[in-house]
């Protein structure tokens, strides 16, 4: 009998948390979470984390599972995941995954690509150029060694930048040249499930968000976070521009703008990641329930 992982996907803000409880509902069974940030128990309101109420209704896995002084990589989430996928299909026959973060999403359904280990020297002299001459800098150096990853990768998170131009540099091969090979089959099928709407509407339920996100406490989060702000995790949207705000180089209206404007891009990024897979089961976030459901039916074979 075959198991399967129904994968919720989409930009920020257009309701994967609401769609993924209905559909672990209907099917009875569990959620895992796929957005990197959400895994941050420190991190809830910047992070749109499912509120309390929403954790109640369906058992969820890789929310607030870990601290921000923790380091928690990509592949250590993949040997984690899997391995609580595993012991949630020995109970039952279909999974929800949940997450806007594309290559952890990836990760689960496809496996992650393998690197050859380079001197940690030269992550090192990265980040000291990250600081002294910020990001564009180094995004220059990757579209000079490897204009397909500079194309590919989520180009303005700093840790995908240097995390390619270390492979380029301690290999002297492009960082694309390692991606797609030879990975570890998955004992499931994946039915991937994309909410989509038209820009305006996404962008204006992000204003939206963010607003609420800010009378729901976000700067007073923030200001909790700030003697952290050096750490990966925090180097966020929603998170960096209020430290600029509490650093006195923003007031605080134009901080929330940039929120804004920094989260339209950043969905605007989703989509360009998602859609490169074409058996996404695409519906309009107005879409009933019940139809959705049916068409996942239509692609389960139990």
């Known amino acids: 009998m075959s198991k399967y992982l129904i994968s919720v996907i989409g930009p920020t ?4 948390t ?3 409880i209905k559909l672990a509902k209907h099917f009875n069974t569990e959620i895992i979470s796929a957005d990197s940030r959400q895994f941050f128990k420190e991190m809830h309101i910047g992070t749109a984390a499912p509120t309390q109420e929403e954790l109640n209704q369906v058992t969820h896995h890789f929310i607030h599972h870990k601290s921000i002084k923790e380091d928690y990589s990509v592949g250590a989430f993949e040997k984690d995941a899997i391995e609580c996928l595993n012991g949630l299909f020995n109970k039952h026959n279909i999974v929800v995954m949940v997450g806007g973060s594309g290559l952890y999403v990836d990760t689960i359904i496809n496996g992650l690509d393998h690197f050859p280990d380079v001197d940690p020297k030269i992550r090192k002299r990265l980040n000291t150029e990250l600081e002294l001459n910020g990001i564009e800098s180094l ?7 490897d204009k397909k990853a500079y194309n590919s990768i989520a180009i303005d998170n700093p840790h995908r930048v240097i995390r390619a131009l270390e492979i380029c540099i301690g290999t002297g091969k492009p960082y694309s040249s390692f991606l797609n090979k030879d990975k570890t089959p998955r004992n499931f099928k994946t039915i991937s499930v994309g909410l989509k709407a038209d820009r305006s509407i996404i962008y204006e339920r992000i204003n939206k968000r963010v607003d609420t996100m800010m009378t729901n406490g ?16 925090l180097n966020t949207v929603g998170y960096k521009e209020l430290f600029k705000h509490l650093d006195d180089d923003w007031d605080l209206e134009f901080a929330v703008s940039e929120i804004k404007k ?5 969905a605007k990024r989703q989509l360009t990641w998602f859609k490169k897979n074409e058996e996404t089961l695409w519906f309009d976030y107005l879409t009933d329930i019940d139809y959705i459901i049916s068409q996942i039916q239509n692609q389960i074979d139990l």
């Open 18 to 20: 609401s769609l993924s």
């Open 139 to 145: 995004q220059k150096q990757l579209k000079n060694l």
């Open 262 to 266: 920094n989260t339209r891009r950043f």
């Open 13 to 16: 803000a257009i309701g994967k």
């Open 218 to 233: 976000l700067l007073d989060e923030v200001k909790s976070l700030k003697n952290f702000q050096h750490l990966n995790a």
